[in-house]
């Protein structure tokens, strides 16, 4: 069965960066793109950031652009989130989802359960 | 950017009742639209694709319509297991934009 189990999130000071993980299990990892979502809490679903199924390429949301860098390892079955220069308001639970269409970029039909990051002095 | 808008933002009902759910593009987006739920505390789940494609395993009192730039989500008959956030998400090219979510409880 498809499981996507994120890591690397946690507390971080306004300005640091950090770096999120999801490995991909049940299901052949490099024909399907992949994105992150995230949500602040008590807030809504923000698409953050979508790369394609063999990496080449990659797409993002206005407010993490020039800051935040997708990317994959079809080799480890892992997508990752370099995030640069973090602001109080990125804090949120980030999920890794799957596309739900082979090949494509579009909707996301597996979902991962999410990695907590805080950014705060 | 398409930016997505929902209504109402959230509505309670009685188990049993027909609901609606309103999703509206700022742009056509043809049938490019999926619907979520998110249930209190928990991932989100999907429940259709191309605006009106059931994911496997979803109640068929779900169901889909629109094109262009409105769109609807109807539960024909709500259940309390229904109890959740539903959100539309356009996937016409990026960013895939949500709408703001519609909460979902019982009367």
């Known amino acids: 069965q498809v499981q996507l189990v994120e890591s690397g999130g946690g507390v971080v000071q306004p300005g640091r960066s950090l770096r999120l993980s999801c490995t991909a299990s049940g299901f052949t990892f490099s024909n399907y793109a992949m994105h992150w979502v995230r949500q602040a809490p008590g807030k809504g679903l923000e698409w953050v950031a979508g790369i394609s199924y063999d990496g080449r390429d990659k797409y993002y949301a206005g407010s993490v652009k020039g800051r935040f860098t997708i990317s994959r390892d079809s080799s480890q079955n892992t997508l990752s989130l370099q995030m640069n220069s973090l602001r109080a308001e990125d804090t949120a639970v980030y999920y890794c989802a799957r596309d739900g269409y082979t090949y494509g970029l579009t909707y996301f039909d597996y979902w991962g359960q999410g990695t907590l990051v805080t950014v705060s002095s | 950017d398409i930016q997505m808008t929902q209504s109402p933002s959230s509505l309670s009902a009685s188990v049993g009742d027909r609901l609606t759910i309103t999703c509206r593009a700022s742009?056509?987006?043809?049938?490019?639209l999926a619907w979520y739920q998110q249930k209190p505390g928990k991932v989100p789940k999907l429940l259709m694709y191309a605006t009106s494609t059931l994911q496997s395993g979803v109640p068929s009192r779900f169901s889909g319509s629109g094109s262009g730039r409105d769109f609807t989500l109807t539960i024909s008959s709500l259940q309390p297991e229904d109890v959740a956030t539903y959100y539309c998400?356009?996937?016409?090219?990026?960013?895939?934009?949500f709408g703001p979510g519609t909460k979902v409880d019982i009367k």
């Open positions: 998400q356009n996937y016409n090219g990026a960013p895939f934009t």
């Open positions: 742009q056509d987006i043809s049938n490019y």
